[in-house]
């Protein structure tokens, strides 16, 4: 299996140099990504017996001509109860998304944000398991 994989890199790897579209060049560069992975956890089955925090996902459309936005623009406060990303100078406009009190705790220094061509992905990692109803805290609202 890890030959095939190996063999799956090497074409994703020719495909990419050969992709025009930002949204293609970024779909292959995520499956690099994901099969890199895959090598490393057969290369090193110890460390994948370990568990790992559980990632959140929240994904934010950015503006069509995201490709201007670079991590030198980008302001990126991550607290354990709190985030906000500052986008400045995109098309002359500045961007703010913010959640200032999430629904549980997150680690700050495992969070990461992915700028890609047409979206901005941030990636929050809880700091213990368990599902989450909404990022958002919400009061539980009982009157007497």
């Not at 990303?85 to 629904?103: E, Q, R, S, T």
């Not at 990636?123 to 009061?139: I, M, P, Q, R, T």
Request: aromatic content about 4%; glycine content about 2%.
């Amino acid at each position: 299996m890890a030959d095939e994989v190996s063999l799956d890199l090497v074409e994703l790897r020719h495909l990419q140099t050969i992709a025009k579209r930002p949204r293609v060049v970024s779909l292959i560069s995520s499956e690099i990504r994901n099969l890199e992975k895959i090598l490393i956890e057969k290369a090193s089955p110890s460390v994948a017996q370990h568990p790992t925090p559980t990632p959140i996902s929240v994904t934010s459309k950015a503006p069509s001509t995201a490709a201007l936005m670079q991590e030198d623009k980008m302001e990126k406060n991550i607290k354990p109860m709190s985030i906000e990303l500052k986008f400045h100078d995109v098309h002359g406009k500045n961007y703010v998304f913010a959640i200032p009190k999430l629904n549980m705790e997150v680690l700050p220094e495992q969070c990461k944000v992915i700028i890609k061509p047409t979206r901005v992905t941030i990636v929050l990692v809880k700091a213990s398991k368990g599902n989450w109803v909404d990022l958002h805290f919400k009061e539980d609202k009982v009157y007497p």
